[in-house]
Structures are given as structure tokens and as C-alpha cells.
């Protein structure tokens, strides 16, 4: 027989698993979480358009898949006992009074600090490594234009950036000027790690964003988007640069090239 005791316990337990930091478990991968918000974005536009049944169904369809996006969690997953998502420690951390969100990620290349630091300089070697950015331009010293994608909605972005700091080969700062929707700032630094040639390169990236019922929204998505972005375009940074190593050692057995 079951007792209030026990059914309270169970409860709790039920609870714990159902929430993590504060939030439902997170069960469904980031590309699905993207596509969740775009198209149920797209939904819920349609059928607020159409003032019918077919409408309101499209919309509550819509709705369900926003609320899938941005928490992470799909109940039909849970049912089935199913994970799309990869299992991560969370960085991201709240900026004082509520001013924004940062997130920090790390990987160990194996390539010398130096050669990662050269690239990186080169603010137009960007594209190749960073997803959603689709070019890069320089505009005076230290200065650049940026042109992206927004990893939701399609939408292009563009901002201005400067070189606020630089240290060969450790360190790179950077923020964006004027006014932008997607005001942020930013740091990468590069330091040896235990073994060889590799080097741990750490990206720290600080979000501005809105304040209320809209920024409590926009915190998720920002806090879920460029958390997974920044550690997506760390481990693409690895692979062209691990990769053009390997290629460069097979052309010569003797012995490893840098770029």
C-alpha cells in the first residue's frame, strides 16, 4: 500500500529527475533544439495569420515546438526513455544585475600556441572555422565588419568589432561598437597543456541583452545558443587545425610542418 509518505518521496524523486539546475532535464540535441525554434517559430506565425481551426492548431503546434527549442526537454522522449543531447557541463553564468550572460569553453589542440595565435589574428580566417559567420572584413586597424546568420531564425546579422587587446601569442580581446543587437564581447587565450606541442585554447564570450518578459526569453535562447555555438566552432578550430597538420606530415614523413 502505497503511503503518503512514500507517494511524497516519490514525488520528489519524480521532481529531481525532472529538473536540472532549475530547469526540465535537457533530452533533445542542440541541432534539433534549432530547428524546434525555427520551425515552430514559422508555425505559430502561420497559424496566428489564419484565424481559423487549422490556424489555432498550427499555432499551438508551433508553440509546443518553440517551448521544446528553447528548454531542451521533449516529453515523448522522456516516456520513451530517449536523449538526443549530449551530456555537458554547463559554463554559462549570469552577468551582475541581470546585464547579460558569459560563456566559456575550452579545447586542447595539438598544434604550438604560436600557429593557433597567428590564425586567429587574421580576423578573415573566421568563416572558416566559425559556423553561422559568413564573412569577415577588415576595416581600419584593429577595426572589422562581421556578417552572420542567426542560428535561429536565418536572419543576417551584422556588427562592427575592434581588437580591444592582444598578446603573442596567449591572448586576443575583442567587442563589438556601436549600437547591435548582438552586442558582446570577447576573449581567447592560448596556453600549454601538459604534453608536447598541445595547447589549451579557452574562449570567453560576455552577451548583452534585454531586460524583461522578452530578455527573460532571449536569455534562454542566448544562454543555450552561444554556449553550444562557441564550443561547436572551438572543436571545428581543432579539427582544420590538427587536420591540416596530419595532411602536412603525410606530404612530409620526415617530420610535422606548421601552416
Known amino acids: 500500500m502505497t503511503t503518503p509518505q512514500t507517494a511524497s518521496t516519490s514525488k520528489q524523486n ?3 529527475r525532472l529538473h536540472q539546475d532549475g530547469t526540465r532535464t535537457i533530452n533533445v540535441g542542440p ?3 534549432l530547428i524546434s525554434i525555427a520551425g515552430g517559430g514559422a508555425l505559430t506565425y502561420y497559424g496566428l495569420r489564419h484565424l481559423s481551426l487549422r490556424g489555432a492548431l498550427f499555432a499551438l503546434l508551433g508553440g509546443d515546438l518553440v517551448y521544446r527549442g528553447i528548454t531542451g526537454h521533449c516529453w515523448l522522449y522522456q516516456v520513451l526513455g530517449v536523449s538526443t543531447a549530449e551530456k555537458l557541463r554547463s559554463t554559462l553564468v549570469r552577468l551582475p544585475d541581470n546585464q547579460g550572460i558569459k560563456v566559456k569553453r575550452t ?4 598544434r604550438p600556441a604560436e600557429d593557433l595565435y597567428r590564425f586567429w589574428e587574421d580576423v578573415e580566417n573566421m568563416p572558416r572555422f566559425m559556423k553561422y559567420i559568413q564573412e569577415v572584413s577588415r576595416t581600419g586597424e584593429n577595426r572589422s565588419h562581421w556578417v552572420a546568420q542567426s542560428p535561429v531564425l536565418g536572419t543576417r546579422l551584422e556588427w562592427d568589432s575592434e581588437v580591444t587587446h592582444s598578446q603573442a601569442p596567449s591572448l586576443i580581446a575583442w567587442r563589438t561598437l556601436n549600437q547591435t ?3 558582446h564581447a570577447g576573449t581567447v587565450r592560448f596556453g600549454p597543456a601538459p604534453y608536447g606541442n598541445e595547447t589549451t585554447v579557452t574562449l570567453t564570450l560576455e552577451f548583452r541583452q534585454p531586460v524583461g518578459q522578452v530578455g527573460a526569453i532571449t536569455e534562454k ?4 545558443i552561444p554556449e553550444q555555438l562557441a564550443l561547436e566552432d572551438l572543436r571545428r578550430f581543432k579539427q582544420l587545425m ?3 597538420e596530419i595532411a602536412q606530415s603525410e606530404s612530409h614523413p620526415s617530420g ?3 601552416m
Do not use: K
Request: net charge neutral; glycine share 4%.
Open 14 to 16: 519524480i521532481s529531481s
Open 31 to 33: 541541432m534539433e533544439r
Open 107 to 110: 579545447v586542447t589542440i595539438n
Open 181 to 183: 543587437s548582438f552586442a
Open 221 to 224: 535562447l542566448l544562454g543555450y
Open 242 to 244: 590538427e587536420a591540416a
Open 256 to 258: 610535422r610542418s606548421t
